[in-house]
């Protein structure tokens, strides 16, 4: 006699693997191109966030950007921004995805996701910028040195975070609807 049990999960096989395997590419993309900076590394790894976020959605694409992120920085020496990253770039992605997301667009328009990837850039450099800033005052380990400093000096790496946004949207804008159109019919 079979007994017939249903197990009652928040989500389902296919969500880790799809989680596991866009970690993956953010992990992959970051690492493909990177060019050190004063205090971090610009890369093109917000494109995969951004793409996350229109494929995968508001959970989903969070996780995936966050471990996949943090996994760079971990396995590149960037140890200091690995908390920071985690937080930044899963919000990042929460972000693109909720306004991607929003109304009827699904992720299907241009000009949404555009704005979606703007306003998710907008956070990841504001709040980078305050991370740098945290990270310069704690590693200064001087008492003399205050916040106020840190966060001056912490500008510089602004126009970098903004080239690397900028990058981002500028590949995954493209991309977005033809991996989506593909997605569905994988998924049919």
Known sequence: MEANTKVNS????????EVG?????VLAVTSLIKVPTYMGVLHIGDSMVFVAAVLLGRKKSLAA??????????????????PFTLVIKGVMAYISAVIAHRSDYNGDSFWNNMLAFTMAG??????YYIGGAIILSLLSGAENVMMS????IALKDIPTNVLQVVLGMAIALPLCK???????????
Not at 122 to 127: E, L, N, T
């Open 149 to 152: 400093e840190s966060l001056v």
């Open 10 to 17: 928040s989500f389902k096989i296919i969500d880790i693997v």
């Open 65 to 82: 950007s966050a471990i996949g992120m943090c996994l760079f920085d971990v396995l590149n020496g960037y140890l200091l921004w690995a």
């Open 178 to 188: 033809p991996l989506k159109k593909s997605l569905r019919k994988v998924r049919l």
């Open 21 to 25: 395997l866009m970690a993956a590419m």
């Open 122 to 127: 907008i956070w990841m450099v504001g709040a």
